[in-house]
């Protein structure tokens, strides 16, 4: 089995980039509307990260999974932080347009990039699980390949990366249906940030007219 899943091992360079975008994002937002210093959040997930890498190569699965939902805590955190804040700035008319709205469209990206790597890291037991398993036919996600003649297709990132897109844009998962509970209340939560988003940065446009 060890064995069957290093050889599909897929490769965990796009995890760790989406939640290093996350941090570089949460960077670029004016600090008056984020939780924090624009370098803490990143002074928090590169560590975590190598971490997390350094585990997996040492087949420390259990305690990688571990510092993964660390990391995933923590980003999802600022961004509920970076959304409260956006919307208390809103009445008061203090903020520049120019940047809230660098700070929703950040807000708005990290949502994607945050809930794909929350259903990369939840779905099916996690990566390393899905790669022993060796087939994907009992996750919390029907993707089209699994109804093919193709028993050894697993998902890897992009795949749930395309999901929490359709997710933010359509507020829909479009061709993936949803079995699990525990998925669909974090797609509705994904949705409900993501409309909130798009529904204030549509009213201060129409108010700033």
């Known amino acids: 089995m060890a064995d069957r899943a290093k050889s599909r091992s897929e490769p965990r360079w796009p995890a760790v980039m989406a939640v290093l975008s996350v941090g570089g994002l949460y960077w670029a937002t004016p600090e008056s509307l984020s939780p924090g210093p624009g370098w ?19 087949s420390r699965y259990a305690l990688n999974q571990v510092v993964g939902y660390a990391i995933l805590g923590i980003i999802t955190a600022s961004l509920i932080g970076s959304l409260v804040l956006l919307i208390a700035a809103l009445p008061d008319h203090k903020q520049a347009p120019k940047d809230l709205l660098k700070s929703a469209a950040a807000l708005w990206i990290s949502n994607i990039l945050v809930f794909a790597s929350w259903y990369w890291r939840l779905d099916a037991g996690g990566p390393h699980q899905r790669e022993v398993t060796g087939m994907h036919v009992e996750g919390a996600f029907l993707f089209p390949q699994m109804t093919l003649d193709d028993p050894d297709w697993i998902p890897g990132f992009v795949d749930y990366l395309f999901l929490a897109f359709n ?43």
Request: hydrophobic share 60%.
């Open 167 to 209: 997710t933010s844009t359509a507020f829909s998962p479009t061709d993936v249906p949803v079995l699990s509970r525990w998925a669909k209340g974090m797609m509705m939560i994904q949705s409900i940030i993501s409309f909130t988003t798009v529904a204030l940065l549509a009213a201060r446009a129409v108010n700033i007219l």
């Open 40 to 58: 803490l959040l990143l002074a928090l997930v590169i560590p975590l990260s190598i971490t997390a890498i350094i585990l997996n190569k040492r």
